[in-house]
């Protein structure tokens, strides 16, 4: 006979699985950033999908003579550029939507100011720590449980199901991708078949010109009737 508590376990194991199983598209990395007078970027790049919430947070630690701009862009054809934001300082919070498939690119740049001395640029640098959240780690649960008066369990399973959406939409993206994947190879293959048979009709074509060439040449030459 089946006890009560094994419905509960097995709930508790599905969410487990889907824990498990679920991606992790939160970024948190430290660096060191040293000043230029005309400094390259500095790019972290996170996957993301179109209409994806994207938080940065970045802090940026003290240095004297530096000005440090923030630029949100992606990897699509179009270089889509989200904000640009100069001089940041502490602790910047900032969110975008990512508008296509691909990578959402934080980039960084250092300015050295012109007032610095020479011998003084190599020492310069600041330690920029980013923590980035894409997708169901942007959403901040808390806010929405206070707004809309959520219990703890439903404020697991708001974020369960924004958890289980991220999935599907993955699975979306993935089997698009395949059957882009499949079309081009259908394609691929039609097109190799029929650059075959072109071949093998101009071999043809191509022995018999020259059987009928060599056989009016020999006819010219009196060698054969």
Not at 81 to 97: C, P, S
Not at 155 to 170: C, P, Q, S
Request: proline share 4%.
């Amino acid at each position: 006979m089946l006890s009560k508590s094994q419905p509960t376990l097995s709930v508790l194991s599905l969410f487990v699985l889907l824990f498990a199983l679920a991606p992790c598209p939160t970024a948190a990395i430290k660096f060191n950033l040293p000043a230029f007078r005309y400094p390259p970027a500095k790019c972290i790049w996170n996957a993301a999908h179109p209409n994806a919430l994207v938080i940065v947070t970045a802090n940026v630690g003290p240095g004297l003579g530096q000005r440090v701009d923030i630029e949100i862009i992606d990897s699509s054809p179009q270089k889509n550029v989200y904000l640009h934001k100069k001089g940041i300082k502490g602790e910047t919070r900032l969110a975008v939507t990512a508008h296509s498939e691909g990578e959402v690119g934080v980039c960084f740049r250092n300015y050295l100011d012109h007032d610095v001395p020479s011998q003084e640029a190599k020492t310069k640098s600041r330690i920029i720590d980013l923590d980035v959240d894409i997708g169901a780690d942007a959403v901040d649960y808390n806010a929405i449980a206070n707004q809309e008066s959520l219990s703890g369990l439903e404020t697991e399973m708001r974020k369960l199901e924004g958890v289980v959406k991220e999935i599907v939409d993955e699975l979306q993206y993935l089997k698009t991708r395949e059957e882009r994947f499949q079309t081009t190879n259908l394609s691929t293959n039609i097109r190799v078949q029929n650059f075959a048979w072109f071949t093998i009709a101009s071999l043809i074509a191509l022995g018999a010109w020259q059987i009928f060439h060599l056989r009016a040449f020999f006819k010219r030459k009196y060698l054969i009737d």
